[in-house]
């Protein structure tokens, strides 16, 4: 489903001053780890995505070294991929989990900021509350939220989005249109904005299989 925040993240990967390593903030189960993987699949030849929860073998690299160019070198070894600046998107996921992996993104705003880096992580809050941990002026910051109600009648109602989009708010609503609209606006508030609330009711139509 389309996010507003791609246009954000596309702003970010082509700024052409202070673009530096990107941090996403963001609750469990907003979108952060989709939509990062589907921005670099619509905008990278390549993506490198380290998940330091799922995998606890990768953050022992880090304990090494944290310098950006032996991070580099492990990663392309242990993922078997080129990584070309500008060309891969490196993801680093739950880097809570990895401390390290926070500290070394100002090792690559500060001798490698040719790549592009965006860390992500649902405790990432609490990570940065601690003061050693937070690499000040050394990195992007991004807000992710849960599906606007716009987002959420473009991804379930494309034709209803676009009367929504089209219309003027000092405007009046049509009658039919009016109607389908509080009804959309009911559905939502029920459903809420989790992206994986939203696919569940594309999917049933039936709010009692949503959990």
């Keep these: ?27 469990r189960q ?31 690299y880090f304990d090494t070294d944290i310098h950006a160019d032996y991070i580099i070198a492990i990663l392309e ?11 891969t998107l490196i993801i680093f996921d739950e880097i809570q989990e990895c401390p390290e992996a926070l500290n070394t993104l100002k090792y690559f705003k500060e001798k490698a900021n040719e790549y592009h880096v965006i860390a992500a992580g649902s405790l990432l809050g609490t990570l940065l509350a601690q003061p050693k941990s937070y690499p000040v002026g050394m990195v992007n910051l991004l807000d992710i939220y ?13 034709s209803l989005y676009a009367y929504y989009s ?14 389908r609209l509080l009804e959309a606006y009911n559905y939502y508030l029920i459903i809420g904005g989790m992206p994986e609330c939203v696919s569940s009711w594309i999917a049933h139509k039936d709010p009692a299989k949503i959990s």
């Design 77 to 87: 070894k242990y993922y078997q991929v080129k990584i070309v600046p500008e060309n």
């Design 30 to 60: 907003v979108g952060k780890t989709f939509e990062m993987r589907e921005f670099g699949a619509l905008y990278y030849k390549n993506t490198v995505y380290v998940n330091f929860e799922t995998d606890e073998r990768i953050g022992k």
């Design 166 to 179: 089209s219309i003027q708010k000092e405007q009046p609503i049509e009658g039919i249109f009016h109607n």
């Design 146 to 158: 849960p599906l606007t109600f716009d987002e959420f009648l473009e991804a379930t109602d494309e």
């Design 1 to 27: 489903m389309k996010r507003k925040i791609t246009a954000k993240l596309y702003e970010w990967k082509n700024m052409k001053k202070g673009r530096m390593p990107l941090l996403i903030y963001g609750a």
